[in-house]
């Protein structure tokens, strides 16, 4: 039993007691964990949707994609408020309600008969909850309750996307294979349902209020700061403030072309790609799941590297490997030894970016202003992968086939490379930076 309650300890700044046994900081990673791995789940459900609610409703291509598109584009316009609301109002609140919309989204549309009740439910509402449980709920979970290894922590936690997909996608693709896509929408309905009540039971706010300090933290050192406890505008006012600073700029355009070039184009459209190809959604799927293996290994390693690297030279490796990759794609043989390579490239590479990108916002903005404007770079990540969403299924409604669309995600890629080859020649990020 403990001597100081929880508030009382916190308010008196109470010295935090050691921990025996495992850290509660590994509960919260393991929570935080599963609910962005779910929601991974359900932000990959259209690419698995996309041709059976076109063949059963009749709806083209392109709308389809569109709602796919929109739901990516508000999940990353949420992100900035997300954070702010959980420094204001708690991170296990912000969660639920996050869970909570998306399993009523999902159910909801099982009644959808029009194209606007689909835009509606998969993009806004269930973009909304998933833009809750997003890459600013990483951020700020390591922020609070770990004081080291932070790009180690980072890299686990943006890796569950890839987990999301590697778990999720063959399933789904097996309940849609007879063209049926309801008994999919009831597998992510259910997950959300399931997650509440484990969130509510297991979710905490900071280590303070169990009595203790964040995981590796000298015993004298001070917890974050807040900047958002007193000011409901945070998010706004970092980005004015961010926005005056070309280092934004920067990682906003670079994530804008990494989420183009992964859940926008491959996460969304490879398995209708693949079906071009008369391949069947399935086997699809599991080259996708397949990816997502080595996506697990890249994004965990990445965190490990930019604990310990400059991370614009990790950045310049990435996204020149992401390029070279998309470039090969339309010229690779779907059932050779060119596809299994460009599935470990382009897997160990999908959410490697997110580690560097992350100790570039920690060492240039502070640790304190990091998990908002992070929201907002994040936002550019969503943006360009509604871009690709919808800009694809375009593509291929007009030419016919998706290599227009690869060929450009290439390009872009390539280009970032360059832009922070020539930037980490002027100046470099090292040695470990808090989140």
């Known amino acids: 039993m403990r001597s100081v309650p929880d508030a009382q300890r916190v308010m008196t700044g109470a010295a935090p007691r050691p921990s025996r046994g495992p ?107 998933s833009g809750a449980v997003a890459g600013v709920l990483a951020a700020t979970v390591v922020n609070r ?8 922590m980072m890299g686990l936690l943006t890796a569950s996307t890839a987990t999301g997909s590697l778990i999720f996608l063959p399933a789904m693709a097996g309940l849609a294979e007879g063209g049926d896509w309801r008994p999919v929408v009831r597998l992510v309905t259910w997950v959300m349902l ?72 491959v996460g969304t459209h490879l398995i209708a790609f693949c079906g071009d190809q008369g391949i069947a959604p399935v086997q699809a799927a599991g080259w996708l799941a397949f990816m997502g293996v080595f996506d697990i290994a890249g994004a965990t390693a990445s ?34 030894f060119g596809l299994s390579a460009f599935l470990v490239l382009f897997g160990l590479d999908w ?18 202003r990091a998990p908002i404007v992070y929201g907002w770079i994040f936002t550019g990540h969503q943006a360009g992968a509604a871009a690709a969403a919808f800009g694809a299924g375009m593509v291929r409604d007009i030419a016919g086939d998706y290599g227009p669309a690869f060929l450009i995600g290439g390009v872009m890629a390539v280009v970032v490379a360059l832009v922070f080859a020539f930037s980490s020649r002027r100046r470099a990020v090292r040695g470990p930076v808090a989140v």
């Open 23 to 129: 850290h509660y900081a590994f509960v919260i990673l393991a929570v935080t964990f599963v609910s962005l791995l779910a929601a991974a789940g359900l932000r990959a459900a259209p690419g698995v949707l996309l041709v059976p609610l076109q063949i059963w409703f009749g709806w083209d291509r392109s709308i389809v994609a569109a709602g796919a598109g929109l739901g990516i584009l508000v999940n990353g316009l949420v992100g900035p408020f997300a954070a702010a609301l959980m420094q204001r109002y708690g991170i296990k609140r912000v969660l639920l309600s996050g869970l909570a919309l998306m399993a009523a989204a999902t159910g909801a549309s099982l009644w959808m008969t029009e194209p606007w009740q689909y835009l509606l439910a998969w993009g806004l509402v269930s973009g909304v909850g």
């Open 145 to 152: 309750w770990f004081a080291r290894r932070q790009g180690l």
């Open 194 to 265: 399931i997650l509440l009540p484990v969130a509510w039971l297991l979710m905490r706010e900071r280590p303070q209020a169990l009595g203790l300090g964040r995981y590796g933290a000298e015993p004298d050192e001070a917890p974050p700061a807040s900047i958002a406890a007193t000011r409901p505008f945070a998010a706004v006012e970092e980005l004015a403030r961010a926005g005056r600073e070309k280092t934004f700029w920067l990682l906003f355009v670079a994530f804008f072309v990494c989420g183009f070039t992964t859940n926008g184009l």
């Open 303 to 336: 965190g490990w590297l930019s604990d310990r690297y400059d991370p614009k030279k990790l950045l310049v490796a990435y996204f020149g490997l992401r390029g070279i990759s998309l470039l090969a794609l339309p010229a690779i043989s779907l059932d050779g």
């Open 351 to 368: 959410i490697a970016t997110v580690p560097p990108t992350l100790k570039i916002v920690n060492a240039h903005f502070g640790q304190s």
